[in-house]
C-alpha cells in the first residue's frame, strides 16, 4: 500500500501508469522504478515540482564552512 509522502495518506489515486494522486493534500506523485517526484498541481493545471522539499540531498562536505569560513 502507497502513502503519501506529504500527509502519509493511503487515499492515493491511481491517474495514469506511472502517475498517482493524494486526495488528502491534492499532490500528484510520478513513480519510476525506484525515483518517486511529487508535483503540485496549480490552478492552470500546470505542475510545478517539490522534489527539492522532499527529496533534498545532503550537501558536499566540501560546501560545509564551519564559522563563516
Known sequence: ??????????????????????????IELTVNGEKMSVYQVEEDGTLSSLDDLFFEEPMPAAHIHANGM
Open 1 to 26: 500500500m502507497m502513502r503519501c509522502p506529504n500527509c502519509s495518506s493511503k487515499d492515493i489515486g491511481k491517474i495514469g501508469s506511472h502517475q498517482f494522486y493524494c486526495w488528502s493534500c491534492f
